[in-house]
């Protein structure tokens, strides 16, 4: 088991930044998949970043490329989603998820990802 546990949300204005962490416990592998979701009011929950631990490799929707990095501390433990020139638009929960897959993928679809944190709302105001 993996829990996960975000955090880093608030409120902020159009063009400011966030940062959220995602503290992982329990079950360790130097083999997964971290990764960002958001879901906006009304909406599907869309794949925003991911970052394979071992390797670093990382994945981005086409809607945060540019303006947001994921990143991983291995002593900490620990996956950040810094968020640059934030859009209204970007308003939504935040969730991360762990694919503990073996693989060299970033999965961007929400039923590869076997543990999920319980999320932290980002809210952008125009």
């Known amino acids: 088991q993996v829990q996960l546990a975000e955090s880093g949300g608030g409120l902020v204005q159009a063009g400011g930044s966030l940062r959220l962490s995602c503290a992982a416990s329990g079950r360790r592998s130097s083999n997964y998949a971290v990764a960002w979701f958001r879901q906006a009011p009304g909406k599907d929950r869309e794949f925003v970043a991911g970052?394979?631990?071992?390797?670093?490799?990382?994945e981005y929707a086409d809607s945060v490329k540019g303006r947001f990095t994921i990143s991983r501390d291995n002593a900490k433990n620990t996956v950040y989603l810094q968020m640059n020139s934030l859009k209204p638009e970007d308003t939504a929960v935040y969730y991360c998820?762990?694919?503990?897959?073996?693989?060299?993928?970033?999965?961007?679809?929400?039923?590869?990802?076997?543990?999920w944190g319980q999320g932290t709302q980002v809210t952008v105001s125009s």
């Open positions: 998820a762990v694919d503990a897959a073996y693989g060299i993928m970033v999965h961007t679809t929400q039923a590869e990802y076997d543990y």
């Open positions: 970052i394979r631990w071992n390797s670093g490799r990382t």
